[in-house]
Every structure is written in C-alpha cells, then in structure tokens.
C-alpha cells in the first residue's frame, strides 16, 4: 500500500484510512468484477463500471472528502464569483459549498456514485482551476471510440460535423490490433471498412442532431468558461508538449470516465451520397500509470487510497520522523535573521485537464518540419513559405508556458524570436491551440520581449492581483510574518510579494491585514490588498526594443488558451493590440480567444504544507485539529483551487476572470487544413496579415 506517516499527523485519520482500506471492498463471497478484468488493457465500459461500482460508500471516507473539499474551498478566490458569474458567462451559477452539504446528506447505492455527485459539483464551477478528482477512477481508463470528428465548412461557408478525416490514419497507428473490435461492430455493408467514415458528413448522434450532442457536453464537461470554447473541446485538435506533437481526440471521441457504452450514428459517406447507420461501442483502456490489481481488495489498496503525493507536508519537520504515542515533532531551532531572505519563485498558473493526458502523436504527414534554431521543447519556430504571404511571417507554436526547465523556456523564447528576426520575419503568429497555461513570469516574458520596453510592460507585464483572505488564510500570514517560516519556503510568506505600486513587502508584514471587504453576488467575502509584480526585474536580460510590431502579431487558438496562456494573450489582444483568432468555432456561437484566467492555481498539498508547516497543524499533539483546517485526504484524491484572481484591463476594479475576450475572428477550418497545423497558419496569414 502506498502509505506516508508524514500524511497522517492526526491518529484518528489514521485509523480511518487503515479501516477503509480493509473494510471498502466487495463481498468475497460474490463474483470479483475488478478480478474479472484485472491484468486486461482493453475491457468494455460497462465491465469498468462494474468494478468501480462495486465498493460501496464507506462512511468516513465520505466525510472525509466533503470536509478537505469544504475547507480547501476558503482558499478558492472565486467561489462566490461562480455562484452567478456576469455576462458573457451567465450560465456560470454554483453554490459548490450548497451542493457539498446535499451530497453530503445524501444516500448513494456506491462510492463511484457519490464520486461522481461531487466532480460533476466541482466540474459546475467551469473552471478548470478549480476541480476534484480520484485517480481510483478518473483517467484509470480513457474511453475511445475510433472516429474523432472535427466541424468543418464546405465550400459554400455552411458548417456541418464531420468524422475527421485523418479519423482512421490516427486510429489504426494508435490502437493496433484493437482496431478490429470496431471493424467487427460495424453493420454488414460497412465490416472491415472503417476507413470509409473518415471524412464522412455526421447527420445525428444517438438520433439527435449532432449538435444537440455537442451543446449536450458543453454543459457537463466544466473546465472553460465560454461556451463556445467548450463546443470546441467536443472536437479533435492538435498541439505540442515537450516530447513533440500530439493528436487530441475531443470529448466525444475520449472521455476520462466509462460512463458510455455505445453511439448510434447516421453518416453520409463522403464517397457518396448514402446514408449510413452504424453502432459503434466504446472501448475503455487501461492507463499505463495504473498499479496493477488482482482482485477487488488489491485494486483499492494500489490505486484508491492517499500516496506520498496526496496531501502536504511540514517543511520544518526533521526528516524520517516516526510520530509515536504523544510525542511531538521537533521543529529545529533556525535563527530567522541569518536565513530569512527574499528568495524567486516561480509561481504556476495552469488548467488539470484530465482529457489532455493521452500524448497521441500526430501524423508524420500532419506535422511541422524543419524548426528554426532556438526550438526547444513546447516552443516551435517556423518560418512561413514566402510564396503565400504578402511579408515573410514567422510562427511560434507555443503548447505550453510550462516546462521541466524554467530557464530553458525563457531562453528557447528569446533565442527564437531572435532568429526569426534574422530570417527576415516581419509578422508573427503566435499559437497558443491547447496551452494550458503554466509559468507565470513566462507570460509576462513573452509580452515583454515581443512588445519591448512601454508602460504596459515596465514595471510590470502582467495583471495586478489579489489572493482571498479567508480566516485561516489570515492565521498563517500572521504566523509567517512572525518567523514561523525562516527559510522563506512557503507561498504566503510576504517575502515574495510586491505592493501594488511593485515594492517589496517586507518579510514582518501580516500583509492580509486588513483584509478588503468585498460584496461578491450578496455574499460578504474578504480579499488581499493589491499585488503587483513578482516577475521584473527578469533572471535574463529582455531586448531593448521591441522583437515585433503588435499590430502585426496574431494570436491563434481553438480557444483552449488557459491560465498564463490567458494572461498573455490578454494582454497582448488588450493592451497591444494584438489580433485574436479562434479556429473552427460555430459561426453563430460567440468565441473567446481564451478559456479561463485565473491569476494563479495551487493545489490541495500547497494548501496543506502551508497549514502544517506554519504550526497550524500543532494546535493539539498529534492531532491537526484546527477547526479551519482540513484534515489529510485519506483517498487517492486530486483538489485544486485559483488562489490569485487577476484585475481587470478594461474594469481594473474587477477580476479580469469575468470580463468578456471575443475573438476577432472565428476562422473557419475546411476538410484541407483541419489539424494541419503549417496549412492553418498560411491560411490565416494570407487571409489576415
């Protein structure tokens, strides 16, 4: 069992997960459906579901959950916001805290059941920041079908669903010998034939037409804010990590849950105007990262209770420590005034997107060659061919802000640039198509080296923000700025922050004293005063002029741009001038250039090491029972809240979360060009630069 003493510092917690681990499991006396498909890839929905159904609700482990969810929620800066976000997200109105105490109070027939009552509670927040989940379940099987579907408009301009056409060249190379099972589904006419739907036109799903689906899934995926970007995430796309380019399927051909067993589709074959009725089940396979099980009772010990990553730790505890019958930790003795020093962070804001996981490689064919020099990783250089703009255009593809090395990053984005430059580029197009977000300090970077040196980026590129100055917050301030953090190792020590005119706070200050009093949609709520910059002067020295026009530089998206992707993007389309477009949304659907903003995310274990390392979690020996804190996470639970809320450009006085980023353009996509990457971009820069 992957258990850590460091994880249970109250013994009745302790004792609670221990029980669970026994206790939570299938009758023996009845058939195993985990032994079943236990040691198998590929199982069928349905027989997925049987396993994780088959435990029922432990009590305690109930409790448990709700309680760490409720109390980690003070953390989460737009609780209130989502409980009626404004316009153009009205459809936003959670009270995460009222559906908490309803599932708590509730009966549920299995702890699949339940878990799926509080994700769907976290997911109606529509904030990708802000989500739970339990990898005894979510991603233990992504669920396929072989024909991701792309929206794409025909030569007229009318849009239609289509199978993409690249559906069985993606399949057949990444399900091997699998393959089959679906050409096996398929009725008479269309046996071992799959690739005769790629490119087909979709006329329903399950006898709906096709959009009554995609707005069906818009609604319960969560994640992003708009809409429409939430229709897009329905679809396949492409985009890059650091190991190369991927292949995402969408949300109807891939799904991070076994909750649907087949679809029931009527296609008109591009080769052709018949109509076609098929059946296709879903197969679900088994994630490489799981823990391999035999039987009900080792599938939950291996992968359903908390790990050594689970929950946070006390940084000033003495290692190896073995907490024993009232004794407690010994914290060692540190002169504040030798170590207590400003120390540089580098501080994330970044969506979890379970759906994301799966590095399916696009197509040699598909791909981009031939990068430029200062390629590295998730950022790609590229110059367009001259033949097909009017003034040489360089690309940089940028999948992430996030990677192993925050160095290499910044320099790689610099050193790129730079080389475009020198290849003569004069026009830059920047894409952002699946960027989840990441550094922070790398935004506001790429905003300062490409728009150079103004008072939209000195002192500060970024936004101004304000963390949520919840009760407990407020305790571990105040016990920091008393020296319960010499080392400087925690996130609210006032040492890594500025004020807002972007002056250090020195290291005594309880900084969220006082706290600002705000009125968030009837709710009395208390924020932080006003950060500013924590990213300049830069560890690498910026250009002193600018690296290109900002009237010349396009910012292109499916509109899955996220986190610091957002905060980039904003700031560029807002403060420069920057042109946004989505690709391939619905014409009449409006699009945001971006998904969610945030200011910057953490997640349950940086809530929990700040609580235990500033001393809260000592109030009793042995025992973290402060009646604000959370307890550990006894499951194999993943919880992450938005812990800074950026301001606003066009309404500095409100988040910036909540204002409206349409995209100037919604490009259309055409069966040529779809999840081509190289053949959008020359078609954007023909048509738009």
Same mark, same amino acid.
């Given at each position: 069992?992957?258990?850590?003493?460091?994880?249970?510092?109250?013994?009745?917690?302790?004792?609670?997960?221990?029980?669970?681990?026994?206790?939570?499991?299938?009758?023996?006396?009845?058939?195993?459906?985990?032994?079943?498909?236990?040691?198998?890839?590929?199982?069928?929905?349905?027989?997925?579901?049987?396993?994780?159904?088959?435990?029922?609700?432990?009590?305690?482990?109930?409790?448990?959950?709700?309680?760490?969810?409720?109390?980690?929620?003070?953390?989460?800066?737009s609780?209130?916001?989502?409980?009626?976000?404004?316009?153009?997200?009205?459809? @936003?109105?959670?009270?995460v805290?009222?559906?908490?105490?309803r @599932?708590?109070?509730?009966?549920?027939?299995?702890?699949?059941?339940?878990?799926?009552?509080?994700?769907?509670?976290?997911?109606?927040?529509?904030?990708?920041?802000?989500?739970?989940?339990?990898?005894?379940?979510?991603?233990l099987?992504?669920?396929?079908?072989?024909?991701?579907?792309?929206?794409?408009t025909?030569?007229?301009?009318?849009?239609?669903?289509?199978?993409?056409?690249?559906?069985?060249?993606?399949?057949?190379?990444?399900?091997g010998?699998?393959?089959k099972?679906?050409?096996?589904?398929?009725?008479?006419? %269309?046996?071992?034939?799959?690739?005769?739907?790629?490119?087909?036109?979709?006329?329903? @799903?399950?006898?709906?037409?096709?959009?009554?689906?995609?707005?069906?899934?818009?609604?319960?995926?969560?994640?992003?804010?708009?809409?429409?970007?939430?229709?897009?995430?329905?679809?396949?796309?492409?985009?890059?990590?650091?190991?190369?380019?991927?292949?995402?399927?969408?949300?109807?051909?891939?799904?991070?849950?076994?909750?649907?067993?087949?679809?029931? %589709? /009527?296609?008109r074959?591009?080769?052709?105007?018949?109509?076609?009725?098929?059946n296709?089940?879903?197969?679900?396979?088994?994630?490489?990262?799981?823990?391999?099980?035999?039987?009900?009772?080792?599938?939950?010990?291996?992968?359903?209770?908390?790990?050594?990553?689970?929950?946070?730790?006390?940084?000033?505890?003495? &290692?190896?420590?073995?907490?024993?019958?009232g004794?407690?930790?010994?914290?060692?003795?540190?002169?504040?005034?030798?170590?207590?020093?400003?120390?540089?962070?580098?501080?994330?804001?970044?969506?979890?997107?379970?759906?994301?996981?799966?590095?399916?490689?696009?197509?040699?064919?598909?791909?981009?060659?031939?990068?430029?020099n200062?390629?590295?990783?998730?950022?790609q250089?590229?110059?367009?061919?001259?033949?097909?703009?009017?003034?040489?255009?360089?690309?940089?593809?940028?999948?992430?802000?996030?990677?192993?090395?925050?160095?290499?990053?910044?320099?790689?984005?610099?050193?790129?640039?730079?080389?475009?430059?020198?290849?003569?580029?004069?026009?830059?197009?920047?894409?952002?198509?699946?960027?989840?977000?990441?550094?922070?300090c790398?935004?506001h970077?790429?905003?300062?080296?490409?728009?150079?040196?103004?008072?939209?980026?000195?002192?500060?590129?970024?936004?101004?923000?304000?963390?949520?100055?919840?009760?407990?917050?407020?305790?571990?301030?105040?016990?920091?700025?008393?020296?319960?953090?010499?080392?400087?190792?925690?996130?609210?020590?006032?040492?890594?922050?500025?004020?807002a005119?972007? /002056?250090?706070?020195?290291?005594?200050?309880?900084?969220?004293?006082?706290?600002?009093?705000?009125?968030?949609?009837?709710?009395?709520?208390?924020?932080?005063?006003?950060?500013?910059?924590?990213?300049?002067?830069?560890?690498?020295?910026?250009?002193?002029?600018?690296?290109?026009?900002?009237?010349?530089?396009? @910012?292109?998206?499916?509109?899955?741009?996220?986190?610091?992707?957002?905060?980039?993007?904003?700031?560029?389309?807002?403060?420069e001038?920057?042109?946004?477009?989505?690709?391939?949304g619905?014409?009449?659907?409006?699009?945001?250039?971006?998904?969610?903003?945030?200011?910057?995310?953490?997640?349950?274990?940086?809530?929990?090491?700040?609580?235990?390392?500033?001393?809260?979690?000592?109030?009793?020996?042995?025992?973290?029972?402060? /009646?604000?804190?959370?307890?550990d996470?006894?499951?194999?639970?993943?919880?992450?809240?938005?812990?800074?809320?950026?301001?606003?450009?066009?309404? &500095?006085?409100?988040?910036?979360?909540?204002?409206?980023?349409?995209?100037?353009?919604?490009?259309?996509?055409?069966?040529?060009?779809?999840?081509?990457?190289?053949?959008?971009?020359?078609?954007?820069?023909?048509?738009?630069?």
């Amino acid at each position: 069992m992957k258990w850590h003493l460091g994880s249970f510092l109250c013994l009745g917690y302790l004792g609670v997960a221990w029980a669970s681990s026994t206790s939570n499991v299938v009758d023996s006396s009845y058939a195993d459906p985990c032994a079943a498909i236990a040691n198998e890839t590929w199982v069928s929905p349905q027989e997925a579901r049987k396993c994780f159904g088959s435990f029922p609700v432990d009590p305690d482990i109930k409790a448990n959950i709700i309680e760490v969810l409720n109390k980690s929620l003070a953390f989460h800066a737009s609780v209130n916001y989502q409980r009626q976000a404004p316009p153009p997200f009205e459809d @936003i109105h959670e009270d995460v805290h009222g559906d908490l105490a309803r @599932i708590s109070s509730q009966d549920y027939s299995s702890d699949f059941d339940l878990h799926l009552e509080t994700v769907h509670a976290l997911k109606r927040l529509v904030d990708g920041h802000c989500f739970y989940m339990n990898l005894c379940y979510d991603s233990l099987y992504t669920t396929y079908l072989p024909i991701p579907l792309a929206l794409l408009t025909d030569e007229l301009g009318v849009q239609h669903v289509h199978v993409a056409p690249e559906a069985f060249k993606i399949s057949s190379t990444e399900f091997g010998e699998e393959l089959k099972f679906w050409q096996d589904a398929l009725p008479e006419e %269309l046996r071992g034939k799959l690739e005769l739907l790629s490119g087909a036109e979709v006329l329903s @799903i399950d006898g709906e037409t096709p959009f009554a689906t995609v707005n069906a899934s818009a609604v319960q995926t969560g994640r992003m804010q708009a809409f429409g970007t939430r229709q897009n995430m329905f679809f396949s796309s492409y985009g890059r990590t650091e190991a190369g380019w991927v292949y995402h399927f969408g949300d109807f051909a891939a799904q991070s849950l076994p909750l649907k067993d087949s679809v029931a %589709l /009527t296609l008109r074959i591009q080769s052709g105007s018949d109509i076609a009725f098929a059946n296709l089940p879903y197969r679900s396979r088994l994630s490489s990262s799981v823990e391999p099980w035999t039987n009900a009772s080792t599938f939950w010990a291996n992968n359903c209770l908390a790990t050594n990553s689970t929950n946070g730790v006390n940084l000033y505890a003495k &290692p190896n420590v073995v907490v024993d019958s009232g004794e407690r930790p010994q914290q060692p003795f540190i002169d504040p005034a030798l170590v207590r020093a400003r120390l540089r962070k580098h501080h994330k804001n970044e969506l979890f997107d379970a759906s994301m996981a799966q590095n399916i490689e696009l197509p040699a064919e598909m791909t981009p060659s031939s990068p430029l020099n200062g390629s590295s990783g998730v950022a790609q250089f590229y110059m367009l061919n001259a033949s097909v703009t009017d003034a040489p255009t360089g690309v940089l593809m940028l999948g992430s802000f996030s990677a192993s090395s925050f160095n290499e990053l910044q320099s790689s984005l610099l050193d790129g640039l730079k080389n475009l430059k020198t290849e003569g580029a004069e026009q830059l197009i920047v894409d952002v198509t699946n960027n989840g977000g990441g550094y922070i300090c790398i935004a506001h970077w790429l905003h300062r080296i490409i728009a150079g040196p103004r008072g939209t980026t000195v002192p500060q590129a970024g936004l101004q923000t304000q963390t949520r100055a919840s009760p407990l917050a407020q305790l571990i301030v105040k016990h920091i700025a008393g020296g319960a953090d010499p080392e400087n190792l925690l996130l609210y020590n006032p040492l890594n922050w500025e004020y807002a005119n972007n /002056t250090p706070i020195p290291g005594e200050e309880d900084w969220l004293q006082p706290p600002v009093r705000k009125t968030v949609n009837g709710v009395e709520d208390m924020f932080s005063q006003r950060l500013g910059d924590e990213c300049q002067p830069f560890e690498m020295d910026p250009p002193a002029e600018p690296l290109f026009d900002s009237n010349k530089v396009v @910012i292109i998206s499916n509109g899955r741009c996220a986190s610091s992707c957002s905060l980039f993007s904003i700031s560029m389309a807002k403060r420069e001038g920057a042109t946004t477009v989505v690709v391939g949304g619905k014409d009449d659907v409006p699009q945001q250039y971006c998904g969610v903003v945030g200011g910057q995310s953490i997640r349950f274990p940086n809530i929990d090491t700040e609580i235990k390392a500033s001393e809260l979690a000592f109030s009793a020996p042995l025992c973290r029972d402060h /009646t604000l804190a959370p307890p550990d996470f006894i499951t194999n639970s993943l919880h992450g809240v938005t812990w800074r809320l950026g301001f606003g450009i066009d309404d &500095p006085l409100e988040p910036e979360e909540w204002q409206d980023h349409p995209a100037d353009v919604n490009f259309p996509l055409t069966a040529d060009i779809v999840n081509k990457p190289v053949a959008i971009w020359e078609r954007v820069a023909k048509t738009l630069l």
